[in-house]
């Protein structure tokens, strides 16, 4: 797997500059500008306008990750009434790498919508690019993968994600790890079939697929039925795109959806800092030993002038 | 011990003591006095027993964490996955450390000799603080047996943090090198002294890349969560220089700070050439501290500007931010100017505990208390508390009991 991409990128231009060796950078200098994820990467459209709330995912994604039993069983829709932490409403955790929740929506003749919530996998994963223990991956399927043998648990993943997914099991003394929706990658992804909460929704909200063809697929939508969806695919350009897209028809940001996130990957306002790296390593010891031989030349020539007055 | 020296003790500062016997070990680690001597002037100590209820209480505490893993005694979420283990054991503690490099390369690189006296004082200051910034780690981290992990097992080197842990572990290194000349003068290993000292510009230098870097890169951190960190503090641009700024008067302020503590608390320690320059030095060193705190006031200006952030200095959160540049910049910064204006050293160690308590507000805004500000507030889980309190104190202990030993506060009189 001898991809190219910005990652790759970094670590050569990195690696390059600690032996100060300008050939890994310009061989890989192709790919600085925007990497869109790779050509056939897999996706899932999902359609809030379908879903009715069964919670069919969640009980297939526990059963899938072989995760511990929940805390009410799945077919118990009093979870949505659930309020947490000030008043928010459920999230992905240590025991759930999916979940579903009600958002009533005043005016909306088809009563309340429901939102499916999972990792979205980044095209440029924030949480890959934070790690400083390369403990995530992005396949070519698109998913985003991540390694518990690695991971030290600094949790700078679970800073750097803007959706807020990452969880991490806390109550474990020995081997806390982070918890994430890793699209059912080694039981079905790597084969061609589709994760098991889209294999198991009885409403076809989510449509697995390339990404390219999900893309064409939701504009297709919107363009159908103009009236009935928001004229937007949330995760086709948000943080650089996600493999997980969405259509709405209520706007975004009432189904508690960040609209304000911005389609540069989170890493672009790393970069900023990450150009200083390679000047500071390069100019300052010339720099400071400049200052060095200086202060010290003042005092040479003092000593002169004391030895020549004598 | 201060009363024991008014009586006329004199801890030991050389090989021999005046009828030509040689010091052994036990007698240096002792300070000249005997075990039952020493452990009763322990006992006298007031601060001590201070000391003794925060272990009884922290030390069980911190069992618990690792018996009972981090959610036992952290409020830590997968909303907030840094708490006051990080906020103040590494992002406050590294900027109060950041005297080590300040205070070399003002001697060694630019030949500043007249701070010789407080040189190793700044170095020690910066070598424990960074010690004790890992040790908060370690309780912070998951798997901290895992901590070599993006040393040698797993490199991620496209993230900042991979350059936070490569450089804080060769600055520690480095500052661990940078006081073997104490530690060989109090040892008597003068070999050790001289190979130190063929390489001390080398060092030093290595230590201003390796500051300017760490110290950034605990700021281009907060980089990775735009949104999440409140606009008045988070600045993509300008983050890793606000964070490189600061921590150049938060070190020369905490630099003040520890030597009127020593001055205070640990005068029998202290030999004339320190007692009789500090306050000259205490001045030479705001100086340093009101021109960095200017610096900073411009560029945190500038930030605002330049992310045309004007609109939240009218919220709450505005007036909070405010409120933090006032007591944490300007505050000083006057006050520091005063000192400077009146030669009064006495002023400027109380701007210089202001600018401490400033440096430490804005280091747990940006990593605690803005963080999230969307979302919701955290308060710390009270054994979070604890533990940092129980942290902290140990490490007040080792810097007392390396204080009171090596030829930090004092010369050594044997020329090694």
């Not at chain 2, 004790?132 to 040698?152: E, H, K, N, S, T």
């Not at chain 2, 709450?316 to 540049?325: C, D, F, S």
């Amino acid at each position: 797997m001898k991809k190219l991409n910005r990652r790759s990128f970094l670590k050569g231009g990195l690696a390059g500059t600690a032996v100060i060796a300008g050939t890994a950078v310009s061989k890989n200098s192709s790919a600085a500008g925007n990497f869109g994820g790779y050509p056939d990467s897999m996706g899932v459209l999902v359609d809030f306008t379908r879903c009715v709330g069964c919670r069919s995912c969640e009980a297939a994604c526990n059963k899938e990750q072989g995760l511990p039993a929940p805390d009410k069983p799945f077919d118990d829709l009093s979870v949505y009434d659930e309020i947490q932490h000030n008043g928010q409403k459920r999230r992905t955790s240590e025991k759930a790498y999916t979940v579903v929740n009600r958002y009533e929506i005043e005016g909306r003749e088809k009563g309340p919508v429901f939102r499916k919530f999972q990792c979205n996998h980044c095209n440029e994963p924030a949480c890959l690019t934070s790690c400083f223990v390369n403990a995530y991956t992005k396949t070519k399927e698109g998913a985003v993968i991540y390694d518990p043998t690695v991971c030290v648990g600094c949790r700078t993943c679970m800073v750097a994600c803007p959706f807020y997914v990452p969880a991490y099991s806390y109550s474990s003394p020995i081997n806390p790890v982070i918890k994430k929706c890793i699209m059912c990658y080694d039981t079905r992804l790597k084969f061609g079939r589709p994760p098991a909460c889209v294999e198991a929704c009885p409403q076809e909200v989510m449509t697995f697929g390339k990404r390219n063809d999900l893309i064409k697929l939701g504009n297709a939508r919107i363009k159908n039925n103009p009236d009935k969806y928001i004229d937007h695919i949330y995760g086709e350009k948000e943080v650089g795109g996600t493999a997980w897209m969405y259509l709405s028809d209520v706007p975004f940001e009432e189904l508690g959806f960040n609209t304000h996130i911005g389609e540069q990957p989170i890493i672009s306002y790393v970069k900023e800092f990450l150009t200083i790296v390679p000047m500071v390593l390069t100019i300052w010891p010339a720099l400071f030993t400049g200052f060095h031989l200086l202060s010290n030349r003042k005092e040479a020539l003092k000593n002169e002038e004391k030895t020549g007055n004598k | 011990m201060n009363k024991l020296a008014q009586q006329g003790f004199k801890p030991i500062d050389s090989h021999t003591n005046g009828n030509g016997r040689t010091w052994t070990v036990k007698d240096k680690i002792f300070l000249g006095l005997s075990p039952g001597e020493y452990l009763s002037q322990q006992f006298k100590n007031p601060f001590n027993w201070i000391l003794a209820v925060i272990y009884i209480v922290g030390v069980p505490i911190i069992i618990g964490r690792f018996i009972y893993g981090l959610g036992w005694v952290t409020h830590s979420s997968y909303d907030y996955p840094w708490g006051l283990f990080l906020g103040w054991g590494l992002f406050t503690m590294v900027p109060l450390s950041a005297s080590g490099f300040m205070m070399g390369t003002t001697v060694e690189l630019f030949g500043r000799d007249d701070f010789k006296p407080i040189e190793r004082l700044g170095l020690l200051n910066g070598l424990l603080g960074y010690l004790f910034a890992v040790v908060f780690l370690q309780v912070d981290l998951g798997q901290p047996w895992r901590l070599i992990y993006p040393m040698f097992v797993s490199l991620g080197p496209a993230a900042v943090l991979f350059l936070v842990a490569w450089h804080v572990a060769t600055y520690l290194s480095c500052q661990v090198a940078e006081l073997v000349p104490a530690f060989a003068e109090w040892m008597g290993l003068p070999r050790a002294k001289k190979f130190v000292k063929s390489m001390v510009l080398g060092l030093t230098v290595a230590g201003i890349i390796l500051s300017t870097l760490h110290q950034g890169a605990l700021g281009g951190l907060f980089t990775y969560a735009p949104g999440k960190v409140h606009p008045l503090w988070y600045s993509s641009p300008f983050m890793w220089f606000h964070f490189l700024c600061s921590a150049v008067f938060a070190g020369l302020s905490m630099l003040i700070v520890v030597s009127t503590l020593c001055k205070w608390f640990m005068r029998w320690r202290c030999d004339q050439r320190f007692l009789e320059s500090l306050d000259r030095l205490t001045l030479g060193i705001s100086k340093g501290a009101a021109l960095a705190l200017a610096t900073y006031l411009v560029i945190k200006i500038i930030a605002v500007a330049h992310d045309n952030d004007w609109q939240y200095i009218f919220t709450g959160w505005g007036q909070w931010y405010l409120l933090e540049i006032s007591i944490g910049v300007i505050l000083p910064l006057v006050l520091y100017t005063m000192a400077l204006r009146n030669g009064s050293a006495g002023l400027a160690r109380v701007s210089a505990f202001i600018a401490v308590a400033g440096i430490a507000l804005n280091r747990l805004n940006t990593a605690l208390i803005t963080f999230n500000w969307d979302l919701y507030q955290e308060i710390p889980h009270w054994r979070e508390v604890v533990i940092v309190i129980t942290v902290y104190a140990t490490y007040i202990v080792v810097y007392r009991a390396v204080l009171a030993r090596m030829p930090i506060l004092y010369s050594w009189k044997d020329k090694t």
